[in-house]
Nanobody, 127 residues
Framework: QVRLVESGGGLVQVGGSLRLSCAAS????????MAWFRQAPGKERDFVGT????????FYADSVKGRTTISKDNAKKTAYLQMNSLSSEDTAVYYC????????????????????WGQGTQVTVSS
């Protein structure tokens, strides 16, 4: 059974950084596009960014562009999210997601594009 397990969440100070990991099992990892979403209390699940299968091209939401890097290690079957210059608006549960489709096929910024999800990890940014 496919599993995605996020780790690395916790309490971070304003202006600090976070690095989240997403470990995949029972998934042909190199053939999957990997993404990060986040959901704040009372809000919808929002796209953060994605990294394409094959060419590792990345796409980011405007709200995080320039301070966020998504990467992956196919040998370790792990995807990463590095986010800097955090503010309270970054407080959310962060989810890892996987899709067998290429982002070039469209709609990579919507949850329905992804077939597998992790359980989420809480990130709280506080001063």
């Amino acid at each position: 059974q496919v599993r995605l397990v996020e780790s690395g969440g916790g309490l971070v100070q304003v202006g600090g950084s976070l690095r989240l990991s997403c470990a995949a099992s029972d998934l042909p990892f190199s053939r999957y596009t990997m993404a990060w979403f986040r959901q704040a209390p009372g809000k919808e699940r929002d796209f953060v960014g994605t990294i394409s299968k094959g060419d590792d091209r990345t796409f980011y939401a405007d709200s995080v562009k320039g301070r966020t890097t998504i990467s992956k290690d196919n040998a370790k079957k792990t995807a990463y999210l590095q986010m800097n210059s955090l503010s309270s608006e970054d407080t959310a549960v962060y989810y890892c997601a996987a899709s067998p489709y290429s982002p070039y096929s469209g709609s990579y910024y919507t949850p329905r594009f992804y077939t597998n999800w992790g359980q989420g990890t809480q990130v709280t940014v506080s001063s």
